[in-house]
């Protein structure tokens, strides 16, 4: 089993910055992989940001590109989520996934464990 803990969230106004956090503990793939999601209210789960085991491979969904960005302390088995330039559109439960790395994987059904999320909510 693979617990994971996202820390962070809370409430912020529109162009504030946020720092989620993914503490990641128990039986864990080694090497794993970490994904982000997050879902509004009324819309489908979508996918934010995937980070591998070394750094080297990074993605991120077009609606956070160049705003967000993804990190890793492996030492800490903590996966991050900087968000800034953050907008009212970003109000969501944000969530951090785990799975076996490989590849660069966005879809939500090829995780193998999830956190029990964190609120984002951005005032306009």
């Known amino acids: 089993q693979v617990q994971l803990v996202e820390s962070g969230g809370g409430l912020v106004q529109a162009g504030d910055s946020l720092r989620l956090s993914c503490a990641a503990s128990?039986?864990?793939?080694?090497?794993?992989?970490a994904g982000w999601f997050r879902r509004a209210p009324g819309k489908e789960r979508e996918f934010v940001a995937f980070?591998?085991?070394?750094?080297?491979?990074?993605a991120y969904g077009d609606s956070v590109k160049g705003r967000f960005a993804i990190s890793r302390d492996n030492a800490k088995n903590t996966v991050y989520l900087q968000m800034n330039s953050l907008k009212p559109e970003d109000t969501a439960v944000y969530y951090c996934a785990h799975r076996s790395d490989f590849g660069v994987v966005l879809s939500p059904e090829l995780y193998d464990y999830w956190g029990q999320g964190t609120q984002v909510t951005v005032s306009s």
């Open positions: 980070i591998s085991w070394s750094g080297n491979r990074i």
């Open positions: 128990g039986r864990t793939a080694n090497p794993y992989a």
